[in-house]
């Protein structure tokens, strides 16, 4: 698993693209509450700043999603980051593949 500062908004509130604005409110309450410093469950797992820093990413990732616009905005980054991201792949590939011609 990636560390939660290098996942996507979606990741970081573990629901899907498609998630209906419900399904984003409830993943948020949960997570936030799995994290909050009177958790039991999320202090056996990450301790004060660790904590902190996860529950700030998951207040921005909430942030984004909930607003439409900032959603549709989001999810275009995202598009355009895996597009250059497929063809850097395509790009290294036809490298590799030159040289070992």
């Given at each position: ?51 902190a820093?996860?529950r ?14 900032a ?31």
């Amino acid at each position: 698993m990636r560390p939660v500062s290098e996942q996507s908004h979606y990741e970081v509130l573990e629901i899907p693209r498609d998630a209906r604005t419900d399904g984003i409110e409830r993943a948020y309450r949960l997570i936030l509450a799995t994290y909050s410093e009177e958790s039991i469950a999320g202090y056996s797992v990450v301790r004060g700043a660790d904590a902190a820093a996860i529950r700030e990413r998951v207040e921005t990732a909430y942030r984004v999603l909930s607003d439409g616009k900032a959603r549709r905005s989001y999810d275009e980054s995202l598009a355009e980051s895996r597009v250059a991201e497929a063809m850097e792949s395509f790009a290294d590939e036809e490298l590799a593949d030159a040289h070992a011609a």
